[in-house]
Structure formats: C-alpha cells, structure tokens
C-alpha cells in the first residue's frame, strides 16, 4: 500500500481529502504550539515572515480562492485580513508591504487562530458536500501543499528569529540526535540518455513542475550523498573562502561584503566548531550533510574538488526510482543528520535540500494556472537556482522526485546543502 | 503643599524617596498593563524601541549604576541582560544593537516583569537603610528621571508602532477629549537683558541644564502661546510644502526625499483631516497645537509668517516664573488639547514639546559626570535641537524651566510642536 | 573569398594574423577619434567605463597575457598600470575598483594612446616571428576578440555617458539613417530534434561556446524577425509597463523602483516619441528593431503576445546555416534600422543583440581555460541571461552563431532586443 | 593704514571695482592654467564640483544676477547653460542634479573659459558706466567675494579628485615648503565680558556676518595656536580613535563606519607617516597645525586634553584685534605650514580653517537678503558648525575676523584644523 497520503486509494475520495484537510491544518498548528505571542510576532528579516502571518495567510489562502467564490453565504472573518494577509497576488488587489509583516501586533495570536477556526469550520461545511469537493478537489489539494510548504517556511523563519536572540533560545530543547555512521563518498555513474523529467500526472504537483518533457542528458557521474560537514571543514581550513578562483564573481563579492567565512548558523567562537539550531547551540557533526549554505558556497566547494553541481535533469531523472524515504518534518528532529543505514545512493529525499546547477526556469510547453493562482510560481522564474529532495523540515508527504524547490544563488536560511556531480 | 515631589519639605528624605521609587516604577507598569506581549515586542524603527526593552532598560539603569556596585550581594537576575538591556553606555561593555531591540522575542514579557520586581525588591532593600539613601539619593533620583523619560517613550514609540498597523487600533479606547475655546495669537515683548539661565541647584536636574550662565538675549517678542492646527492648515493651503524659499536646504530634501505634506500621523484620505492617536483616529482639531512636526517644518511656518523659532535662552528666561501647570501625561490624554483656561502667555508647559532654534550644546563651564553616567547627555550634543516645556505625555513631576529636551531636526514621532518669535 | 578574417586561407597564417591585429587595434583608436580628453574620461555608471580606460585595459590584456610572459626583454610601459587597467582578473594581483575607474584624470588620454603605441610596437616584434606566433596564435586571437567586445562597450558605455547631459550632444551627427519597408512578422515552424550547439572547432570562439553538445529542443516556431518599436508601442498604449500580470515578479519590483515606462533613452515629453542616439535626439522609427529593453521588458511583451523567449539552443540551432549579414558597426551607424532586403528568416545578426530565457550556465563539460585567463567568462555564470547574434555596435568579423554574449536582466543600456518564439 | 586691500582708498571706486574684477577672476583662471580637460572635467564626490563646473558657475553668478538684470541687451551665451550652471538658486529655476556634475564632457572646458571671456567682456562694459557700477557695487562685490570662496573649494576639490588616483600626482609638484620652529603651546586668557561680534559695517561682509550684536562670554582660555600634527600623532598613538569616551555619540559611529584612524589624506603605509598633498606625498610635519580633521575629531581630541573647542564669540572677539597676516592662497603653498615668525598669540588667520564648537545659526534680526541671492547662505542654517579664520587655500584679500565659514561635523576635505579653549 502506497504509504503517500496524496494518491489514496480510498473510495470516498471527499472522505479522504477532509481527512487530509484536518491533519496538514492540525499540522500548523502544533508547529506552533511551543510559542510564545512575542515569539509568532516577530520578524527578524525581509525574506521572513512572522509564525503569525504564516497561520494567517494560509488560511486567507483557502478563504481567499476556495471559500469566497465557491461556498454560498461565506462571511469573510474580518476584511482588513484580505489585505494583511495576501502574499503577493497582485491579482486579488492590495498587499501588506512584506518588510512590514512584523509590524502587525494586531490581530494578536488568539484572534489569528479564531481566524484559522473561522475558516476551517466553513471550509469542513464546504468538504462534507460531496458534489462540490470533486470539483474543487485540485484547488484544495494546492491549498493543502501550499500550507505544508509554510510550514516548512515557519521552521526556517523562526530558526532565523531565534538565532538573532543573544540568548540563543531553543525551539524544541532536549531532543535527542540519531547519531550515523561514517559512509566514504563514492560515485554512481550515468549514460547519456534523453531523459523524461516533470510530474507525470499521478497525484498533486505544483505547475511547475509541468509538462513532463525530454532533455538530453550527457554521461556524468552523482555522488552517492551529500557533502559532509567533516568535508566541508576540510574546505574551511584549505582557505577556501580566502581564494577568489573558487568563486564565482558574484559570489566573491557577496562573500566580501557580508563576512562570510562559514556556513550560516555555526560558530566556532567557543573553540569548538558549534551550530546553532532549533534545538539549542550543538557541535557541528562531521557525517551529517553539511547545511545552510549559499548557491555560491556549494558552488565553491564543487569547484575546489574539482567536480560540479548536478543539473535538475541529472538530479530528477536519477531520483525517479528512488524511494520517498528519508528524515523528514515528522520526526521532529529539525537538523539534518547522518544516515544510519545506508544504500549506495542515498539521503536524496530528506535532511537537506540539494542545490541544483539550473536556474529556475519555465519547462518547455510551461502554462501557469489561470487568474491569481498563476502567480503561484511562474513570476518568479527569474535569477533564482533549483533545489530538490525536500529537507528535515518539509513534511514527507510534501516531497517528491519531480518537486523543484527554488530560491536566489544567496540565500542561506533555508535547510539547503548539496550534493557533488561530474562529468564522465 | 508643594505637590511637585522633587522638592517635597518631608522631614524624613529617605521615606519621601522610597515612596517616589515606588510611585515612578508602578507608574512605568500602569503604562504596559493594557497591552499585549505582542504589543510590547515589536520595534517600528530603529529610533523606537519595544515597550519591553523599555521596562527591561529601566530595570538594568538601577541595577548597573546602584544596585551592583551598592548592594552588598546583590545577585544579578541574569547576566546576559547586562548586554541586552544596556542602550548607549560603553563605558559599561557590549550592547545589542539599537535596530535589533525589536528581534527579542525572548525574554517573554512576564519574565522581563519579574525582572523588575527583583530589581525592586532590591532597591527597597537599599532604601530601607537610611545611612546609604543620603549618599545614593541623586543617583536614585537620576534613576527615576531617566524612568520617567523612558515613560514617555514607551507612549511615543508604542504609537508610532501601531500607526504602522493598517487596522489602526487605538492603546486607549474612548478618551474623552478636553473641548477649549478659540484665543487668538497675541505677542509678549521682552526687553533686552542679560539673563539668567540654566538649573538654579534646588532639586533634581540633568548634568546638561547646568551650570547656571549668563546669556544676553536682545529684545524680542513670545507668541501667547503654541501653533495651533487651525493655523498651520492654512500653511498648507497656501502650498506651505511645495515653496522651496520657505525651507532650510536639508529641510527641503528631506521633505521631497520621504513625500511629505503634513504632521506626522496626519491623514486626509477619507475627505476629512484626521490624524491617528493613541486613542484611536481622531479629526484634527483646529484651536489645539500643532504637533508631530519637525524642525524642518516649524522653521518653515515661522519663515512663512515672517516670525522665527525662539532661542532656549529666550523660552527658558520667560518661562522661569511661570507656574508648571498643563495638561500632562498624569491625564491620561495622550494628545495635545486646546486650553480651556487661558492666561495671556499660556501652554509652555504640557501639551506639546516646542521646538527651539537652539542646537542642542554643552553650557559653559559643563562638566558631565564622572564614569558611565557621563555618557547620558554629552556625547549627543551635535546635529540636535533642543525642545522645551514637557509634552502631554510627560510626567508633571518631571518637568522645568531649565529642563532640555533633545532630538534630530528630522525627528517627528515624538509629541513636538512650537512657538512663534520675532525681534523686536 | 571569405571576407570574415577568422577563417582566412592565406598562405601565412602569421601575416594575416599581424594584419588582423593592425586592423582590430586601429579600429579602437578611430571610435575615439573624434572624441575630447573630457568624453574619454567620464564614467556614468559603475557598470560602464570611461573610454580611456577601454583604450588602456585593451592594451594591458596584450601585455600582461602576452608581452609579459612572451616576449624577452619587454619592458613595462608603466607598473602602476598593471593596477589601474585591470578588469577583473584576481591572479593578476590588485584592481583598481570598478566604480572608481571614472575618477582617473591621469593618466591623460595622450598617455594612454602612448601605451597602446608601445605596446602595438612590441607587438609588432612578437609577430614578426613567425615561430613564437604559431603558439601564441590563439591567445592573440583571444586578445583581439577581447578588443572587438571593448570596441562594442565604448560606444555603449559612451553613449550612456553622453545622455546624462542635458545638452544631449551627438557623437557622429548628420548620419543618414537607412529607410526600410514594413515587414508583416511570420513564425518560422522547427520540428523537435536533438540539435548540436556550441562551437565546431573551426576558427576562433570563446571557451563559453564549448564543447559543442547535444540538446533536446521541442517542437516550436520563432518569429521571422525581432520585435519592432511599432509593436512595442502599441504594448505601451495598452498600458504594458502598468499590468503586473504580465511580469516577472522581480521585473515588477524593478519597473516600478525605477519609474520605468519604456525603453532606454526613449523620450516622448516633446508631444513625439524619440530617443537619444550616438547621432543626436530622433524620431522613434516604427519599423526598426526596438533596442535597448532589459531581459524583464522582453518577457513583459512576449507575455502580453501570447508568447515567449526563444531558448539559446533554439536560436542557436536555427541560426547555425543563416549567413552572417546584416547592420554592423562597421556601418558606422550606430542604431539599429529597418531591414531594407528581407529573408522570410531573418536579421538575426546585427542590429540588436537578442535576449533568450536562457540562463547564462556552463555547457556540459565546460572547462575554463587555466590560469587567469580562466577567469575571462566562466565566473559570471550566476544571475545573468544569454543574448544572441550581435547587434549595429557589433563588429561583422565578431560575431557568429554559437557566440553567447551575456547580461543581467535589468541591464538595458547595451543594443538589446528580442525576437519571440512560442510552442507548437 | 588700513591693511584689508579690499577697501581700497583709491578716488574713483568704480575703477577700483573694476580692477579688482579683474584681478579676482584672472586668478580663478590661474588656479586651472596647470590642468588638463580632464583633471578639470571630474567629480571624485557629490560634495566636491568639477573645476570646469567652479569656472562656468561662477561665471553664470555674474551672469544671472547683474548682466541679465542690469546689463540692456545682454546676450546670453548659452541658455542651457541656466541650468547646469546652477547650483542652489532655487528661484532662479532648474538645476543640473549636484552629484551628476561630473556627468558633463560637454561643454568642454575651451567653451567654458570661452564661457568665462563672454561674460568678463560684458562686465567690463558695465565697469565702464560709473552710474552703473555704484549701485550695483554691493552685488558686484557679492559677486567676486563668491568667487573667491569658489577658488578655495577648486583646491579642495581637486586635492580630493587627485587623491583618488593610485597615481598620486601632484598639482604643483616640487614646491619649496617653508621651515618653522618649534613653539609651545600657551593659554591666553581673557576676561568675561559682554562683547560685541558681527560685521561692524566697513568693507564687504556676507549676509551670515550680519547684525552686529552683543553676546555674553564667560571667562576664558584660547590656546596661543593651533594644535599640530606633533600634538595630533600623540593622540593617535595614545589610541584615541579607539576610546569611545573621548568621542561624540555620532562621531564614534561614523569613525567605526568609516575606518578613520588618521586626519584624511594621511598614509602611514610605508612605515613613515606622509601626507597627500597638492604639491606631491609629503612627510607629516610634526610643527605644522593638525589639517584635515573633523570636527568629531577636534572635538576628541579636545576632551582628550581636558580643554573644549572655542565658540564662535570667543573666536571672534579674541580675533577681532590681530592682523590679517599669515600663510593663504597668494602664496601658492596648498598646505598649513609652521610658522616662522612667532607672536604670542598666533596662526588665527591663514594656515588652517579652526573649528568651533557654535553650530552655524543665524544672529540674532537676521535678515537674508531679498530675492534668490537670499537663498545664499542662511537656508543651510542647519547641522552644520562655524569654522574660522581661512586657510592655506584662503585669498587673503577675502578673510576676515567676522567671517563664518560652515560645513558639516564630519566634513574632512577643507584645510580644516582647531585651536584649543578652556574655561577659567
């Protein structure tokens, strides 16, 4: 039986979309459940947002799209929401300025989740009519996975936040780490193929990772894992980040003017290589993936042994037989780790997003979505880099091989490290 | 009875000061008690800083400057606060930095309020001992004027932060607002003189009132009283805005660089001219002072009129006889009114701070205090201006003649308006 | 007889190569003939270069990767230049910095044509043995190939320079602009293929043109010839620059940052649509190319059509048999015109470069060459776009169907056009 | 005798006019003679002009506000050139954007100096009417008095632009600077009293100098000279620029902001500390006034020694007695040297601008003079601090003890040094 929640076998499928409904929406919640007001309310940069406004706009999501042109006699919860909590639809008509999110003390916490309640009780009247949930089907389910991707943003924006502290606060305090083993990278061959990447229509899929298509691939080699932090300290302590012909132009000067001598998070102030994390200040681990570096990072360490970054093609096509398996959101252990029991070509799915060489692009044949919802993904297709596989902060049944995650060549927040390629 | 505390007749000074401690910080409280931890996290600029570092700031004055090097085993509540909570003083090590107060989700609110109640605990210990209350009484007192200008900050900073928020909530509901009568503008002439300024020695004043100098100040005339409404209204219909020969250089390009037409907080969109308050959106009201203007734009009036901005000699030397009455932070009010009592030369004090021409400079002879302390007023004399007379949101108890406020000529989130001078 | 030098059948390839080199260097100097010490000293932008500094930087790249190295006994004309005159190349050594290159009164401008005197003197020696310049035949190439894309920069470079003044004044005024006829655009259909792109090997290319390699290209058309100023006129009336819908997310941002509203140098506050030239102030001319519109411009209108961008392989691949004419720089007018001899397939060389949505990214099994030198293109390859076949800036004998020239998005101050593809 | 050549006791003014027309504009055009087009063409700040903007602006001075006005049938060279030639004359119309001044290649500097030949033709024409030339006498007198303050900031200006080039060439190479001795420093003493300050009326004055009037100084010390470069090392090497207690709040901000470690222009990097200057890099002399300094540094400098800067009024009335001798602009050393012949009280005039610690505000019944010649002086009125005496780079023909000079706290680029005080 298919473990995926997304292409249930289920012969009431309504019953199943309800059900899915209250687990990725109770989901949110318990994310949210260890904070503070203060802690929802804050925003410590322009790229995140406030835990508040995540619980917020994903529920004007479903209000906005679903249950405002489809469920007779919906009364919106309060209208001044239909601004705040608007993303960047330019569409659906003003938005709260995005810097601005941490502005908002008000609507305090306890009216956001009287909010959230406003909606899915409308949304389970909507839900329990089954000549209706057929139909609406496809636009709930991109409700639903559009929810689960905030929450992965409330774990990254939050461990951004915190990290700020001087208190260095933990999340989730007193988690206990799956220690790994020891793996030697090794390399798993590829022939030239005209390969076949993009959703091929089976269960939800965002559109851009539509239409399937073919690219021609030449023969290269993947790496069996992801770079390592033991691996990545090695390029540390070999200068790398003191050589500028390991870098690309843009980003040595980033790197320049913004100190950077390390991956985000860690410091090494104490004598000891530590990171923070959203369970506490910890020691880096040499065998788990190395995390929360730049395009430009990954992109200097490829270069430094003398490999590259696979391309989206090489990456999807490689993964498509692979098992959804791996560390993921449900664990509740928000850190990448080492692998305890390995295959030889692993940890695709899971601990860290694996940066891609390709620039997020249009697939050939690419239509967005008609009216606001186009503006999901296809506005942003420009000077942001692919990544895939999913992280230990994205829900597993979130996840899959086609699945192109994406953000700017700097951006170092995220839970995002990467995996080496060659070419054969 | 004299009903100003700083120069209470009370045979005992140690009990007459315990009582002030006592009335000065609970006052601090009653300001946050109607707000949210939400409410007081939050920092709308980097000139404005979260109602909880206001109280966590206060707290850390009493117990770097008396408690730690006073109290016998005084415990500190937590070390890090020493950094976190420390606003300017090198002298006493690190600081967070001033733009970051806002990413402190924690300490939670009630922590940094059993933060002031260990403080408290302690200052009572101190204040029960009268052999060491004589000697730290002006430090003490320094302690509970700094308080109470952090109060008035706490109003002007909570305001500002909520005038970000587009559901524009009101910190106090249905406020009663004072009605006054019209009185016309009437000019009070001084002969040339050699004055007298600066603190006169008899109770509390900050290092940068003293010592008492003498000035000459030519002959000159005092409007009645301050700006109102009413009267800078038509300021701006006459274009007051958009002509540059009515503005100082930098006035002129700050003024086109940010788009501005009127008072802070002011808002004509909805047909009517109404401004935010503290107590909700209110309509401006003709016959009260003007307020939440800059320099820039009080120089601008006066050239307009063919008047100018008094000097803070030619306020200071008017205002010594006259008594400290107004309207005050004590009423609740936190807007200013029109004056419903009128005397010839009226509302120096209360209501609106008035802007002076003077740069905000040391006095003759001026010596700041020894160690840390001496950093309270000196090292901000340049590129400021000095503002006189208390505003609706100060303390009564905190206020004076020589009393000199201080802020960039930009500044406008603070309650600041002015008073018209010519020569004579 | 092949009129394009790279592929001569000359006996001697080291005469031809002397030749080839006496004629790139010359056509340098005559760009800045008619130009004052003052034109060739001002720089407008950090992205653009004062003209002395491209007549001195052209030279260095001949004596510090070949003089230096080479040829015995060369003497520095001047060490400080080795700084000054320094693009980019870190294994070099220091920079002079890029935005800085503007404040540089001295050297003087007969100076710097002394250095290119001694150093076309030294060069001169170099080539005139033949044995050393078998070998160095490729890097001198290199060299004049560097010097033709600088020829192409000092005039964009000058001619943002020079509509920065207010007095808008011609660098060659009084040229007679070709008049052409109106051509109704077609679609060209290319059925799916795995094309080969990148160079063949045969004659000079940059290391970003290789390997030649295989790529899958769908089933598509490209219009018979680049978008007109008539046709973006019209998508200006209908309100293009004001409709978020039809732009990248980013482009947006950028548009309205900018206060965009059409094309580079277009200037309509006379009653009539014109634009600034390198031959004065004209008319917009409808049935020429329109020129000078970033990559976000280009995507805005194809939208708006009902179209795209054409991919680099798609461009590539279908401008691979179409001969090299066109509207060149060695035309000496320096604007892109109407064609007056048409193709059914067409204009794809000269006149305006053309954007393709194809991200600038290294080609399967890139290998920059080693050495400084490898810094010339590889390290750009992050956040810019790839534009094709040249433009009326472009020198003939520069450019060819594989060669990929490479900007930001935002950029709009070189010759940029575009041409729309779509699906089939 | 009267030893200010500016009041002239000649029998017929108007030729003494005349003359002196003559003999301040030829030395404008002296100061350029050594430059290149392009030395005069480039703008190294927004705070500094071109040489060739100085040349045609003051030209355009004569033009717009006494030849377009006074002179029948005036011609105007250039019309455009109302607007590029404008620098802050808001009523006179459109200016060409201050920081784009370097922008302008064209006209070039044969047009200006053609420019220049124009506009003195025109005015000896007026010079040559004696029933003109005494009613315009007070503009024409402006006039030339504004040129003289636009030859020091050629200097300044240049000295910047020059400083800027890896290069380092010198204006005036191989100057002979003069010797001096070395000389205490002593304290002058002066009395309180009720001075009175001000331009008394004789000769030529700004609107700034204006009315005389009286203020009240209390009892004080003047240092008998400036501080110098000796004195100045010795704080450098007590780590003065790394004691927060010794700085202005704003001062220690924008020292960490900018890396200041030592007065501009100083280089230290070959273990000698030198100096650019206008005649070449030059060792530090250790008996030459301190130059180049901000008034963040005077001022810390000052605290460092217990003393303060001097006020305006002391300045003054200290000054208002001594001749104006010293080292200025005729003698063509662009740099404060030691003296040679020493009084007891000395350097006031010449050598260096001292920085005092009076913010730059009107006297009081300041009046700025109608229309835009208004806008001269008294808009900038604001955030800016008093300096005294001229400089090295000062005619002498244009100082005097009533002479306000202003620039802002952290303006570096003037011959800007400080002379100690101290209250008694």
């Not at 916490?109 to 139909?135: C, F, I, K, S």
């Not at 506490?280 to 990954?298: I, K, R, T, W, Y």
């Not at 009216?371 to 999901?376: K, R």
């Amino acid at each position: 039986m298919n473990d995926r929640p997304r292409s249930t076998l289920s012969p009431d499928p309504s019953f199943a979309l309800a059900a899915r409904y209250r687990v990725v929406r109770s989901a949110t919640e318990q994310l949210a459940a260890p904070l503070s007001p203060e802690d929802c309310a804050i925003q410590s940069m322009p790229d995140a947002s406030p835990v508040k406004w995540h619980l917020g706009h994903t529920s004007w999501f479903f209000e906005t799209f679903i249950l405002t042109p489809h469920l007779k006699d919906y009364a919106l919860y309060e209208p001044a929401f239909r601004v705040i909590f608007n993303s960047y639809y330019n569409a659906v008509g003003a938005k709260h300025p995005r810097p601005q999110r941490g502005l908002l003390s008000r609507p305090p916490l306890d009216v956001v989740r009287a909010y959230r309640a406003h909606v899915d009780e409308a949304m389970a009247r909507l839900l329990a009519d089954p000549g209706r949930t057929g139909e609406l089907s496809p636009l709930i389910d991109l409700g639903l996975n559009h929810e689960q991707q905030h929450q992965e943003l409330i774990l990254t924006d939050l461990k951004h936040m915190l990290s700020c502290n001087p208190l260095q606060p933990a999340y989730l305090p007193n988690v206990e780490m799956p220690a790994g083993q020891e793996r030697p990278l090794e390399w798993v061959e590829f022939e030239e193929a005209l390969v076949e990447i993009g959703h091929d229509g089976k269960g939800f899929a965002f559109d851009n990772e539509k239409p399937r298509h073919r690219e021609f691939v030449a023969a290269h080699a993947l790496a069996s894992r992801p770079v390592s932090n033991g691996e990545y300290m090695r390029f540390i302590a070999d200068d790398g980040y003191r050589r500028p012909e390991l870098w690309l132009s843009e980003g040595w000067d980033w790197l320049n003017a913004n100190g950077i001598r390390a991956p985000l998070y860690w410091d090494g102030s104490n004598g000891k290589q530590c990171r923070f994390t959203l369970h506490g200040v910890l020691p880096v681990v040499p065998d788990a993936p190395v995390c929360h570096v730049s395009l430009f990072e990954a992109d200097a360490y490829a270069r430094w042994v003398g490999a590259r970054l696979p391309t989206g093609a090489e990456w999807e096509s490689a993964a498509a037989g692979v098992p959804i398996e791996g560390h993921f959101a449900e664990d509740r252990v928000y850190e990448p780790c080492p692998r305890t029991n390995c295959a030889s070509f692993d940890q695709l799915f899971g601990d860290v997003w694996e940066w891609t060489q390709s620039a997020y692009a249009p697939y050939p044949g690419f239509r967005p979505a008609a009216g606001a919802i186009g503006e999901y993904n296809g506005k942003f297709m420009c000077n942001q880099y692919v990544l895939r596989g999913g992280s230990c902060a994205t829900p597993r049944t979130h996840i899959r091989a086609s699945y192109r995650n994406f953000f700017p060549a700097a951006a170092r927040w995220q839970f995002s490290g990467f995996r080496l390629a060659r070419d054969l």
